[in-house]
């Protein structure tokens, strides 16, 4: 019922003007790749569109307070694609595909002062409950070492701390993801830095 938005936004908050807002639109078992009767987040998907309708919706319900910007983009998903070899197999094509095409939706609408906003993302953990999570793995990580502001978490360390006999973080899985989040985007007083090459406030 909370995840790692809940710590993310304890952090945002104490930073000025205190003006961060967190929009969170979480389903279970999605995949990157077109799947008949599955949710997935191909562009163009239902999926895809309720994201853009909520960012869109928040920005203009918010318009007379204040000129919302999508700052970062937080993905935590891949667990189901890692349950199939050809889904595994296409993971590095269709999360680049997804990248691309989120960013540049969101400055088409207006959303986004750049085109090039931090994706910051969850690596599926070296866990034998998704067979194929070597192929999605190295995906991510080809992702995150090949465009520009794609940043990959590491949450191998807590791989333990999970609820009851399921794959999902427990508090404190969520607690520590939530606060690996934020620190990707300000390891430095609320700046992002991306290998060294520009700062900016998210």
């Not at 701390?161 to 934020?182: D, P, W």
């Amino acid at each position: 019922l909370f995840g790692p938005e809940i710590y993310l936004s304890r952090y945002l908050n104490e930073e000025e003007p205190r003006q961060h807002y967190v929009l969170k639109l979480a389903i279970s078992n999605t995949t990157l790749a077109h799947v008949p009767d599955a949710d997935s987040w191909v562009p163009g998907g239902h999926l895809y569109r309720q994201l853009l309708r909520m960012v869109v919706d928040a920005h203009q319900k918010k318009s007379d307070e204040i000129n919302l910007r999508v700052g970062a983009i937080f993905f935590v998903q891949g667990e189901s694609d890692a349950m199939s070899l050809a889904r595994a197999e296409a993971y590095e094509k269709n999360i680049i595909q997804f990248v691309k095409a989120i960013r540049s939706d969101l400055l088409s609408i207006g959303c986004v002062d750049f085109l090039n906003i931090p994706f910051i993302m969850s690596r599926v953990q070296d866990n034998p409950a998704w067979p194929f999570r070597d192929v999605v793995r190295r995906a991510q990580e080809k992702a995150s070492r090949t465009m520009i502001r794609v940043k990959l978490i590491d949450t191998d360390d807590f791989r333990e701390h999970v609820t009851a006999g399921s794959s999902h973080f427990n508090e404190y899985g969520q607690a520590k993801l939530g606060e690996r989040f934020y620190r990707s985007l300000t390891p430095a007083r609320g700046r992002f830095v991306a290998s060294g090459r520009s700062r900016f406030r998210p």
